[in-house]
């Protein structure tokens, strides 16, 4: 794992942190202006949007445009659609000097605990509720309309549940804490590999974002956290290795204590902080560790002693390996075999341990003529083997299907170990 301004607010405010980085806030300004004027209008609203925003859009909200895939429809869309929603939302999207002041002391911070030649600007703009936020290159954009609200914004013009709850667990106060964290991002390397790697990568930049702004950073997941430590930390140990991120990230629709990755990551790498002597070397640690090595990540999980017990973590790993299931054969036919019988009305699919019922099959990658299945049948009596039924096979032809980890664990609940196994057959020929 990545919150109405007044007529006469800032039309464009930036600080400088160096002579090239600034803050924009233009966009949301122009935004408003232009919804005004949509608002009273009964005709050319995509020219009012225009001439009022879209005309005047810094490069930023180009850039977030472009990388996030919206355009002048999105926001006529949304518009029309949500008036309660914009209405009261509105005096939350005021970013004043308070706020420009309090991140540019940040970012100063920032460049002294971690020093920095970054020219990356911020850019704070209004997204057509397509994204909270994106990096591109050093630069960072924030989609405000869904970082900034809270109790108060009305959500029940949504049809989307994600978007209903969006503002549960975040307020607009957050918004300078958000931006430090999501600027953190532009530091660090792209990847993360398993929980354990988001984790860190997600929970290192709320400790980044506590340290530049010298305040305790307060949130659902971090007081949820601290509040059940013993079972968070048991339950993330028992699934730090697995690519399972739904379970710790980004799962408010799913979960009632969402987003607990980023608290043991805060932890870990508040831990690792904490324990170093030299704190700029460490900050240094932190922002540069590389997500995608394996040994990299276990290195700085030891040095955290998140574990107290001096947990053996290749031990660890090694015993979750052995744990998880596995698929040991198809009884009908070898994978990957050229010459099935067509008439097969059933693909029996045996695992090395009792499985959990929700196994995740994904279409072929060729097209539905070359998807054999009809329905899942489901688990024998010993929950190791999974019965298919078959769509009329044709001869001659290619088939194949994949076995997804999305939310398939054995009973004792060890993820799947493959991101998708492809199960690829041809059937013979009459």
């Known amino acids: 794992m ?50 009022y925003f879209l005309n005047k859009k ?3 909200l180009k850039d ?25 939302i509105r005096k939350n999207t ?43 290159n050093e630069d960072l954009f924030l989609g405000i309309e869904k970082i900034v609200g809270d109790k108060n914004t009305i959500v029940s013009e949504f049809d989307n549940e994600n978007l209903q709850k969006m503002f549960l667990y975040i307020n607009s106060s957050q918004l300078e804490h958000i931006t430090i964290h999501e600027f953190a991002h532009t530091f660090q390397k792209d990847g993360e590999i398993n929980v354990l790697s988001k984790a860190i990568k997600e929970g290192s930049c709320d400790l980044i974002a506590e340290l530049t702004m010298n305040k305790k950073f ?34 408010s629709n799913t979960s009632k204590n969402p987003d607990l990755g980023y608290f043991a990551g805060y932890v870990i790498s508040k831990k690792y902080y904490d324990n170093a002597k030299n704190k700029k070397e460490a900050i240094k640690d932190i922002i540069e560790l590389d997500f995608n090595s394996e040994e990299a990540v276990f290195q700085f999980l030891e040095k955290s002693k998140f574990f107290e017990d001096n947990t053996n973590i290749r031990e660890l790993k090694s015993a979750y390996k052995n744990n998880q299931p596995k ?45 054999p299945l009809k329905k899942i049948a489901g688990l024998d009596n010993t929950k190791t083997i999974l019965t298919l039924e078959t769509v009329d096979l044709k001869p001659d032809t290619e088939y194949d299907f994949y076995v997804t980890d999305r939310g398939t664990k054995s009973e004792d609940g060890y ?16």
């Open 218 to 251: 307060s949130s659902q997941y971090i007081d949820y956290g601290f509040k059940n430590y013993d079972t968070v930390k048991a339950a993330f140990k028992n699934e730090m290795f697995s690519r399972n991120f739904g379970n710790w990230f980004y799962n």
């Open 58 to 60: 810094t490069e930023g």
């Open 327 to 371: 698929i040991v054969r198809i009884i009908e036919f070898e994978n990957n075999s050229q010459n099935v019988d067509p008439k097969i009305k059933q693909i029996q699919i045996v695992f090395s341990k009792p499985m959990n019922e929700n196994v995740s099959i994904n279409f072929s990658k060729f097209g539905k003529e070359h998807f």
């Open 2 to 51: 990545m919150r109405n301004i007044l007529p006469t607010v800032i039309i464009l405010a930036f600080f400088n942190t160096t002579k090239a980085q600034k803050i924009f806030t233009s966009d949301i300004d122009n935004f408003w202006t232009a919804y005004d004027h949509i608002r009273k209008a009964e005709n050319n609203k995509k020219e009012i949007l225009e001439a």
């Open 64 to 88: 977030f445009m472009e990388i996030k895939q919206f355009n002048e429809d999105d926001y006529l869309n949304v518009i029309e659609k949500y008036p309660q929603f914009w209405n009261s």
């Open 415 to 430: 993820h799947f170990p493959e991101q998708e196994y492809k199960v690829l057959f041809k059937t013979e020929k009459k």
């Open 94 to 136: 005021s970013i004043d000097s308070k706020k420009i002041s309090s991140i540019n002391k940040a970012l100063k911070k920032l460049k002294v605990l971690y020093p920095n030649n970054s020219n990356g600007n911020i850019y704070y703009t209004i997204g057509a509720l397509k994204s909270g936020g994106t990096t591109h």
